[in-house]
């Protein structure tokens, strides 16, 4: 079994900057994708950033050129630098990965989620 736990999140002003660190733990063959969704209230969940393990990053095209999403395979850690924040990116955070086992399935993992607010 796998558990990805974020750390970061919080309160900050607009035009500031934040990170966010998710880490998988537990038995892990190979991690194909890890990456962020956010779900703001009334709004449907959506990608935010998701890197391959090959290092190719999609963004959200509200996010391009404002955050950068960066996979440590090694460490089994995926790190979000935001910066540039808008009142728009306030949403919860949730790291997301997917995690190919040994037998050659995937399945995919959630943390826990964490706050991001971003005050105009």
């Known amino acids: 079994q796998v558990q990805l736990v974020e750390s970061g999140g919080g309160l900050v002003q607009v035009g500031g900057s934040l990170s966010l660190s998710c880490s998988a733990s537990?038995?892990?063959?190979?991690?194909?994708?890890m990456g962020w969704y956010r779900q703001a209230p009334g709004k449907q969940r959506e990608l935010v950033a998701h890197t391959t393990r090959g290092g190719s990053t999609d963004y959200a095209d509200s996010v391009k050129g404002r955050f950068t999403n960066s996979l440590d395979y090694a460490r089994n850690t995926v790190h979000l630098q935001m910066s540039s924040l808008k009142p728009e990116d306030t949403a919860v955070y949730s790291c997301h990965a997917l995690i190919e086992n040994r037998d050659g399935t995937v399945d995919d993992y959630w943390g826990q989620g964490t706050q991001v607010t971003v005050s105009s």
């Open positions: 537990g038995i892990i063959f190979n991690i194909n994708d």
